[in-house]
């Protein structure tokens, strides 16, 4: 199959790394492409670009998206005009952290309380319902920490509304939680499901740094629960295609951050980790075939490599270690690649992470 792609960064190119193998061709629709090159056809133009929305709808059988900004208004046109997953409607919920969260409740998924807020007045008023600390954020177009700014006593507010006015805001309250843990699930054309197990995650600056599968003390409860709450999700949106959610672990209890309608960093683990990786399962679903097993192999945990590519010698003479480089230019704060890393017992998972962390300049 001929599979379009709005966007082409490391996502876009993982998806077509899975994909060569079994005879898909990928056409990819991004302004820069740098990590996408070589492995398709680039149409370096935005989404809104509606003549080269055009060009690449009529040119593939089927199309997705590597990240979840790309206007829901192209979305919809693309929609149109060819077979387009997962559907638009996840990204207009997935655009907007009110919208997400009002998604969520209404469906029975417990999230932090939050107060929209658009003036100065609003953020006072937001801050004395919820109480601080408190996280204000922009509610459109904020990734790895960007958009946000921690509210811990009354000071705070003026220079964080200096910093962020000018865009819709929302203001969340804290979740007292044990640990950040996220789902990655795939749902095929027939309704076919599958679900990976949670991970532990580690950020650091709102950057993932690390995510360690399966999640260490992982109860089959708990499993559960995070399957129950991707379920209504999938059920309601008719959804085909990898979904994760972000959670909050408070207790017992899961309590959804947010959630993305694409592939997502903390399932790249599975592409060594894993019987079938997060990208050939996607694609397996976009294009109507079986989706594969989602078994693990054995203790895995995935590093990013951020902002600094390593000695690829030195991490590769570590057992276990598979290092993935995007082909990205480096800079501060951004992603060039990640390293999985698989080990037969926690124990020696953990000495191999921190092998790995030595060799990284922000781990």
């Known amino acids: 199959m001929k599979i379009g792609v709005l ?29 996408v090159r070589g492995l398709g056809e680039l149409i370096a133009a935005s989404a809104d670009d509606y003549g080269a929305l055009e060009r690449l709808t009529t040119s593939v059988d089927v199309a997705t998206y590597e990240f979840e900004n790309v206007p829901v208004s192209a979305a919809r046109v693309a929609a149109s005009r060819v077979p ?16 997400e969260k009002t998604f ?12 929209p807020v658009e003036l100065r007045a609003d953020l006072d008023k937001a801050a004395g ?15 790895d920490g960007k958009g946000q700014r921690v509210l ?29 843990l996220s789902i990655v699930a795939v749902r095929g054309h027939d309704g076919a499901e599958a679900f990976y197990p949670l991970v532990e995650n580690v950020h650091r600056d709102g950057i993932l740094r690390r995510s360690v599968a399966p999640a260490p003390g992982l109860t089959a409860a708990l499993q559960s629960l995070a399957e129950t709450h991707v379920r209504r999700v999938f059920e309601r949106l008719r959804y085909v295609g990898v979904l994760a959610i972000e959670f909050f672990q408070v207790g017992d209890e899961l309590v959804a951050n947010e959630m993305a309608p694409r592939v997502h960093n903390s399932g790249h683990w599975t592409i060594e980790g894993a019987e079938t990786s997060q990208f050939e ?15 693990v192999h054995g203790n895995v945990a995935m590093v990013n490599v951020i902002g600094q590519e390593p000695d690829a010698a030195a991490i590769l003479a570590i057992p276990g270690a598979h290092l993935h480089s995007y082909g990205k230019q480096p800079r501060p704060g951004r992603k060039l690649g990640h390293v999985t890393l698989l080990a037969d017992d926690p124990d020696a998972l953990r000495e191999r992470v921190l092998q ?7 781990a």
């Open 104 to 115: 969520f409740r209404e469906l029975g998924i417990p999230t932090a309380r939050f107060v």
């Open 152 to 180: 811990r006593v009354p000071a705070d507010l003026g220079a964080a509304w200096a910093h962020l006015a000018g865009t819709p805001l929302v203001l969340e309250a804290f979740v007292p939680f044990t640990r950040e």
């Open 281 to 295: 399962n996607h694609l397996r679903a976009i294009c109507g075939l079986p989706l594969g097993d989602v078994g």
């Open 84 to 99: 387009l997953h997962p559907p638009v409607e996840a990204l207009h919920y997935a655009q907007d952290r009110v919208h």
């Open 356 to 362: 790995v962390s030595r060799h990284l300049t922000d």
């Open 129 to 143: 319902m919820l109480g601080l600390p408190a996280m204000l954020k922009t509610r459109r177009f904020g990734y």
């Open 7 to 35: 966007g082409g960064g490391q996502l876009g190119r993982m998806l077509a790394l899975a994909g060569i193998p079994h005879g898909h061709e990928f056409v990819f629709l991004e302004p820069g492409g740098e990590a």
